[in-house]
C-alpha cells in the first residue's frame, strides 16, 4: 500500500497550458507539502499545509495553486505553465516530529 | 537566514570502506536534523533523525553525529555496500517556520558511489 501518491509521475506540456497534480497520503498524517527539485537536484519547498490550513508558502508564483479539500489529499494546479516550470514535483507528508514521507514524484516537462 | 552545506557533491568509495558525509550549517543551532537517501527516479526516504541534545544516533551500519558548536553533521556508512550508491540529503527545521512543525529546508546532496 503506497503512503504517499502522486499522480500523474510524468507530464509533458506545452507552454501556456494550465495542469493539475494530485497528491494522497493514507498514513494519518496533518502536515502536507509540495517540493520542486529542479535539475540541479536542489528539493526546495514551496507550500505547507497543515489539517487542510496554508502554513509555508514559499515564494512561489502564483500561477501555482495548491488545494487542500482535506488532510489526507494536497493536489497542485498550475497555470500558464513556462519553461522554467520544469522540474520533478514532490509531494510529501509529516507527523508532528516532522519526519516526511514522500511520493515518487511528478516529472514535468514545459514544451 | 540558514544555509545548509553538503560540501562535497560526489563521494566515491571502495566497497567494504567507511563513507562519511558532511552535513554544515552556517546559522541557528536546529531542534533536530534529519538525513535521506534519494535514489535515481524516487522521492527521498527518511533514514535518522538526531536532536540537538544528541551527540549520536545509530542504525544498523548507519551511524549520525551532531556537533552544534562546529554546527555540523556527519553521517557514516560502515563496511559501504555497492547498494549504498545512492544521493544524500541531510536536512533541518526551517527557522522561517518553527521548529516543531516539521517543516524542513534540504541541503544539495551529496551523491555517493560505492564501487565493488
Known amino acids: 500500500d503506497t503512503a504517499v501518491s502522486q499522480t500523474p509521475k510524468y507530464l509533458v506540456t506545452q507552454m501556456g497550458n494550465d495542469k493539475s497534480i494530485k497528491c494522497e497520503q493514507n498514513?494519518?498524517?496533518?502536515?502536507m507539502y509540495w517540493y520542486k527539485q529542479d535539475s540541479k537536484k536542489f528539493l526546495k519547498i514551496m507550500f505547507s499545509?497543515?489539517?487542510?490550513?496554508?502554513?509555508i508558502n514559499e515564494t512561489v508564483p502564483n500561477r501555482f495553486s495548491p488545494k487542500s479539500p482535506d488532510k489526507a489529499h494536497l493536489n497542485l494546479h498550475i497555470n500558464s505553465l513556462e519553461l522554467g516550470d520544469s522540474a520533478v514535483y514532490f509531494c510529501?507528508?509529516?507527523?508532528?516530529?516532522?519526519?516526511?514521507?514522500f511520493g515518487a514524484g511528478t516529472r514535468l516537462s514545459v514544451l | 537566514s540558514q544555509k545548509i552545506e553538503q560540501n562535497s557533491e560526489a563521494l566515491n568509495i571502495q566497497e567494504g570502506k567507511t563513507a562519511t558525509l558532511t552535513c554544515n550549517y552556517t546559522?541557528?543551532?536546529?531542534?533536530?536534523l534529519q538525513w535521506y537517501r534519494q535514489d535515481p527516479g524516487r522521492g527521498p526516504v527518511f533514514l535518522l533523525l538526531?536532536?540537538?541534545?544528541?551527540k549520536e544516533k545509530r542504525k544498523e551500519r548507519l551511524k549520525v553525529t551532531f556537533d552544534t558548536t562546529l554546527k555540523q553533521s556527519l553521517f557514516h556508512i560502515t563496511a559501504s555496500q555497492p547498494a549504498d550508491s545512492a544521493t544524500y540529503l541531510c536536512?533541518?527545521?526551517?527557522?522561517?517556520?518553527?521548529?516543531?512543525?516539521?517543516?524542513?529546508?534540504f541541503g544539495k546532496g551529496t551523491k555517493l558511489s560505492v564501487k565493488p
Open positions: 510529501a507528508s509529516s507527523h508532528r516530529l516532522g519526519i516526511q514521507y
Open positions: 498514513l494519518g498524517h496533518d502536515t
Open positions: 499545509y497543515n489539517n487542510k490550513e496554508l502554513i
Open positions: 546559522n541557528y543551532s536546529p531542534a533536530y
Open positions: 538526531i536532536r540537538e541534545n544528541e
Open positions: 536536512a533541518l527545521d526551517n527557522e522561517n517556520y518553527g521548529g516543531s512543525q516539521g517543516n524542513l529546508i
